[in-house]
């Protein structure tokens, strides 16, 4: 029987702390599949810009363990490119994404394989809870997952992250997907296939503190809502016509007031109220529109999704690791 082919693709950035706990856990399981479920692996470490030791130590591991790869970006262009430059280096076989701080569990990668073994293109996983996140985080998560489901024709599933388990053929379909404001998740939805969840408990981060603040995860919803739906400029039209009817309306009426009561000069406040009132819709769906804009923009501009300092292939797979 031929003997499949999986590369296990990690960003980091500014990682240091955590990779040597991550390495090992992730090394015992896949030694583990190379002699129980006959896979040949390889895990691509992906060093996005981190200003940190994480390349010094991504190095140190490398050179004591045959399978590893190194890829390392020429600045810090942030999750979803630095995935993508690690996905688009694989040439055979399954990809399998993993958070570096130890938030996905590596031991669970054999379960991932087995469902992809029975069929399955995009095995993903979904979290169960999320420990060591606050309040906030988890209310406005759940939030925006309902809401891009909502929108979005793309299937999204709710409370799902990167970990998850493409099959060659759905890695081949999200390598061909080049736009530049790269929603991960919405793209994975995009490819399609035989697709089902693992359901996990996500732990707490192992070491180093989350790279994801409130604004970024902000910039992140903005992303995933204007890159997968067009309903904001939808939006933006009915609130004008509701906004131009309620102004006609009204509009008919002071015709109409002045000319059965002859209405003298009056009625500041209303101006004014009026002015800003339409003054405010209007700019918000100028901004509305401008979100779209700015990113047609930047599509049309054709740079390179991302720049590659260094690159290490690995020399070996799991099972000939000497
Ligand atoms: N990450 C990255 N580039 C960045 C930010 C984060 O490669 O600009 C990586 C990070 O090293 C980690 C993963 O993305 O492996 C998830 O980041 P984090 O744990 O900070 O996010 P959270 O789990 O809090 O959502
Ligand atoms: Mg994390």
Redesign the pocket.
Known sequence: MDRDRLTVV??????ADSLPLLQPRIAAVLDGMAVGQGVDSQVLY?D?GSSDATWAVLQELAAADRCIALLRLSR????EL?LTAGLDRIEAGAALIL???G?DPPELIPQFVAKWREGYDDVHGTRLEREG?GWLKRTTAHAFYRVIGRLSKTPIPADT?DFRLLSPRALAGLQQLRERHRFMKGLFGWVGYNRVAVPYHREP?AAG????NFWRLWNLALEGITSFTTAPLRLATYLGLLTALVAFGYGLWVIVKALIWSDPVAGWPTMMAVILFLGGVQLIALGVIGEYLGRLYDESKQRPLYLVDSWQPAAGVSSTRT
């Open positions: 990690v960003a980091a950035y500014n990682e992906i996005d810090n262009f942030g999750k630095a958070d570096a701080d938030q996140e992250g981060r503190r989350s790279k994801f």
